[in-house]
C-alpha cells in the first residue's frame, strides 16, 4: 500500500536562493581556486579542492531491489536492475595530510550503464550517475554562508603544521568524548576534527544535502549490511600511521567482500526537514530511511598505482552528475554545483589529463 500521501512532493518551489548567494558562490569558487593552488604548490600535482586524499578504490555491483512501494520507485529506482559501480573512499581534507589529522570521511560512488540525459553541462550523454555521501546525518555549514566560512578555514588549515593539526584534532576528540560520555551530542567541529577516530568500513554514509527523488524530495544514506562491515563500527584505529585509512581498507578486501544497503528517507515536512538548512538532522521517528538498493564488493586489490591515477586523476565525481529525478537540492548542494565543477577543470588542466566518464566497468584498472 503506497503513503505517498504523507510525503512532501517535489516542484521548484521548494527551493529558496539565499541573500547575497552569488556573491557567495563566487567567494567560495575563488577560495576554491587559492586552496587549488596551494595544494600544487605543496605537491607538485593538483588535487581536488576537498577530499583530496583517496583511501581505496573498489568495484562491485549496485543492485536495484524489486517489488518497492510506490513512493520509492523513483528515477534510478523505478526497476530493479544490476549496475557497475566504482567506489572511491576519501576524507575531506583539501590537502594529503597524516590521517591523524581526522576530518569527515566520504564515498564517491560511480554507477556505470545508467540510460537517461543527465543533469552536468557537458556530460548529459555519459552512461554514468554518481551519488556522493559523507559520515554525518547534517553539515555543521548548513547553509552557502557558513559553507564560505568552512572554505576560507580550510585555506588556513593548509598552513598549519600537521603536527600541530593533529594535536588540535586529538583535543578536540577527547573533548567530544568525555561530552559524549555525559550524553552531550556532539557534530564533529566544521571539518570532522572532533569525530572519534574508528574503522572507516564501519561507517554509515549520508548526503547531508536534499535530494530530488522522483515525485519527491529525499537525503540518501549507505549504510554497512554485511555482518564482517558491521563488526567495525566503532573499532578504534592507529591514528600514529599517516596511511592507516589506506591500509585497513586495503588490509580488509585483501579477504573480505563486503554489502551494503542504499537506503532514502522521505521529507514529509519542508520546515521540520528543511531543504535549505542541511545542518538541520531530518528525524528518522519522522520518517525513516529505508532501503532501495544493495551495493556487493567482492575481495580485491583495492589500491592499486594504475587505479589510483585513474580515479585520482582521470575521473570526477559530483552529485550534479545525475538524472534530473535526482537532483541536489538547496543552496550547499547548487553552491558544490559550481565549485566540484571548477575544482574538476583545474585538476585536470594542470594535470594534463583528459577526463571521463567509463562505459565500461573493465576501464578500472586492477
Sequence with gaps: MSNDGKYVRYSESVEVKQPREDEYVKACLEAFERLQRAAFDKHRH??????????????????????????????????????????????????????????????????????????????????????????????PTGEIKSYLFQTRMGEKAMKVPEELARFVTAIMRGGSAVLRTVGIKTIGGVAGQSLPQTHFLGETFFTTGAQRFGDYVAKYSVAPLSDSLKALTGTGIDTFNPNVLRDIIVGYFHHHSAEWEFRVQLCTDLKRMPVEDASVEWREDESPYRGVARITVPAQEAYSAERRVFVDDVLSFTPWHCLPEHQPLGSIMRVRKAVYEASSIYRHRMNAMKRLEPTSIDELPD
Design 46 to 139: 593538483a588535487v581536488r579542492g576537498a577530499h583530496a586524499k583517496c583511501h581505496g578504490i573498489v568495484k562491485g555491483e549496485f543492485q536495484v531491489h524489486g517489488n518497492l512501494p510506490d513512493e520509492l520507485r523513483q528515477g534510478l529506482f523505478k526497476t530493479p536492475k544490476t549496475y557497475p559501480v566504482i567506489i572511491r573512499f576519501s576524507t575531506s581534507l583539501p590537502g594529503i595530510m597524516h590521517d591523524g589529522v581526522a576530518a569527515f570521511r566520504g564515498l564517491g560512488i560511480k554507477i556505470i550503464g545508467v540510460p537517461g540525459k543527465k543533469l552536468l553541462p557537458g556530460w548529459e550523454d555519459a552512461p554514468t550517475h554518481d551519488f556522493i555521501v559523507a559520515n554525518n546525518r547534517t553539515l
